[in-house]
């Protein structure tokens, strides 16, 4: 089993940037797909970003966020940048062994197996 503990949230100011982590348990982290998703207020979960085979990204977040990964540390990284007021969320990590054999399936909730509890991204106008 896969444990997966976001880190990193917190407030920012519009145009300014924060970087998001999840760290996972495991022994072959390296052979997991990693996704972010988010959720805001009163809206459905979103795709956000994912990084495994090849990495994807939503056009709303496309040119500003950054999705990386430390296989040595476990971790998955979201790097954002410009943040918008739109981009505030919880913030996601999702897991799912191996890779997916369509593109469009790395942005399905249901293709991921492990799920962290979130970290808050707030970002002020």
């Known amino acids: 089993q896969v444990q997966l503990v976001e880190s990193g949230g917190g407030l920012v100011q519009a145009g300014g940037s924060l970087r998001v982590s999840c760290a996972a348990s495991?022994?072959?982290?390296?052979?997991?797909?990693m996704a972010w998703f988010r959720q805001a207020p009163g809206k459905e979960r979103e795709f956000v970003g994912s990084i495994g085979g090849r990495t994807f990204y939503a056009d709303s977040v496309k040119g500003r966020f950054t999705i990386s990964r430390d296989n040595a540390k476990n971790t998955v990284y979201l790097q954002m940048n410009s943040l918008k007021p739109e981009d505030t969320a919880v913030y996601y990590c999702a897991a799912r062994y191996g890779i997916l054999y369509s593109v469009s399936d790395y942005a399905k909730s249901p293709e991921y197996d492990y799920w962290g509890q979130g970290t808050q991204v707030t970002v002020s106008s």
């Open positions: 495991g022994r072959t982290f390296s052979a997991y797909t």
